[in-house]
């Protein structure tokens, strides 16, 4: 089976942004800086296994109001 450059190409680029829009949306509830995690999803999903640990890293990770309201209430 031939798999053709320019498809490859375009589903590592569909999958960058889906993957930017993903942890975008996770930064906002973990990160202070959620255009910071958006960014650093989409660079390390053009290859995909650092993406796909970054998420994991995401998703493990604390939310940042939760933390804060522990700390002040």
Known sequence: MNINAT???QV???FALVMGAV????GRRKTQTP???GLLG???SIIP??????????VLKKDVSSASAA???
């Open 23 to 26: 942890c975008y949306y996770l």
């Open 12 to 14: 590592i680029f569909i």
């Open 49 to 58: 296994p650092f993406g796909l640990v970054y998420l994991v890293v995401l």
């Open 71 to 73: 700390v002040s209430g």
């Open 42 to 44: 989409i660079v390390l």
């Open 35 to 37: 255009v910071l995690a």
């Open 7 to 9: 498809l490859l190409g």
